[in-house]
T-cell receptor
Framework: EDKVVQSPLSLVVHEGDTVTLNCSYE??????LLWYKQEKKAPTFLFMLTSSGIEKKSGRLSSILDKKELFSILNITATQTGDSAVYLCAVESYSGGGADGLTFGKGTHLIIQP | NAGVTQTPKFQVLKTGQSMTLQCAQDMNHNSMYWYRQDPGMGLRLIYYSASEGTTDKGEVPNGYNVSRLNKREFSLRLESAAPSQTSVYFC??????????FGSGTQLSVL
């Protein structure tokens, strides 16, 4: 059974701080790892990672994948109150059946205090 | 371009009632999914469909049925609702191997 573990489950920091969110996984046939941000409603896509060691960046957010150690991190620098959200990690395994499985972690609830 | 459209947005049921959650996507995606989200549990897969006419069970299928009516539509049915099915339900779709596109969610309460 595929497993995705995120840590910490919740985190409270002050505006301007840098945070690192963790995602470790155990899947049989790894295909990709995805990060989503969820505020009040549907998750919104942040990054998709398939190759080890290549950092993806978007503004103050960045993410990197380590396929040898089976984890990914999501960094947010100079945090703002608008970064407050639940951050979800999902891992895709290739089943060969077509609708490849995506397993989500429980999420990290990030709160940015002004 | 509407993306993934879910209806209804909110629903309250009594135990034992039945209902169908509707989902449609206009992006010509082959794969469609139904997830439920409970506090502290992340997103858990109920059913998915690789293509029109095929469906498969996910992690938590008990108490649910699905229909992939055509390429656009993937519905989720609760035949006899139970309080344990109180949750937020998300439909999603995607092209194979790409990111998921989510609907806006259905908040369901079963009393």
């Amino acid at each position: 059974e595929d497993k995705v573990v995120q840590s910490p489950l919740s985190l409270v920091v002050h505006e301007g701080d840098t945070v690192t969110l963790n995602c470790s996984y155990e899947v049989t046939n790894f295909r990709s790892l995805l990060w989503y941000k969820q505020e009040k409603k549907a998750p919104t896509f942040l990054f998709m990672l398939t190759s080890s060691g290549i950092e993806k960046k978007s503004g103050r957010l960045s993410s990197i994948l380590d396929k040898k150690e089976l984890f990914s991190i999501l960094n947010i620098t100079a945090t703002q109150t608008g970064d407050s959200a639940v951050y979800l990690c999902a891992v895709e395994s290739y089943s060969g059946g077509g609708a490849d499985g995506l397993t989500f972690g429980k999420g990290t609830h990030l709160i940015i205090q002004p | 371009n509407a993306g993934v459209t879910q209806t209804p947005k909110f629903q309250v049921l009594k135990t034992g009632q039945s209902m169908t959650l509707q989902c449609a996507q206009d992006m010509n995606h082959n794969s469609m999914y139904w997830y439920r989200q409970d506090p502290g549990m992340g997103l858990r897969l109920i059913y998915y469909s690789a293509s029109e006419g095929t469906t498969d069970k996910g992690e938590v299928p008990n108490g649910y049925n699905v229909s992939r009516l055509n390429k656009r539509e993937f519905s989720l049915r609760l035949e006899s609702a139970a309080p344990s099915q109180t949750s937020v339900y998300f439909c999603a779709s995607r092209p194979s191997g790409e990111k998921l596109f989510f609907g806006s969610g259905t908040q369901l309460s079963v009393l």
